[in-house]
């Protein structure tokens, strides 16, 4: 083997570990993204039932409001 085949295959072998050490980053964070997301998701799903609780006592209040104001 050449000394410039030598130095292409090193080169190649670097890429390829740099390579695959990106692509082990990238799993992982596509992993926390995820879990993130349905973390996200389920935090949504309450809130968005705390408002609707909040909006019926809203209405609630303003029913005996206006019984009050008469």
């Known amino acids: ?3 410039l085949e030598t130095q ?3 080169a190649l072998e670097q890429l390829q570990q740099d390579y695959s050490q990106r692509l082990d ?3 992982s ?3 926390e ?3 993130m997301c349905g973390l996200m998701q389920g935090d949504n799903e309450r809130l968005s039932g705390q408002v ?3 909006s019926q006592q809203v209405e609630r209040l303003s029913v005996q409001l206006s019984r009050l104001s008469r």
């Open 1 to 3: 083997m050449t000394e």
């Open 8 to 10: 292409l295959l090193s």
């Open 25 to 27: 980053e990238w799993e």
């Open 29 to 31: 964070a596509f992993g």
């Open 33 to 35: 993204l995820r879990t």
């Open 52 to 54: 609707t609780r909040l």
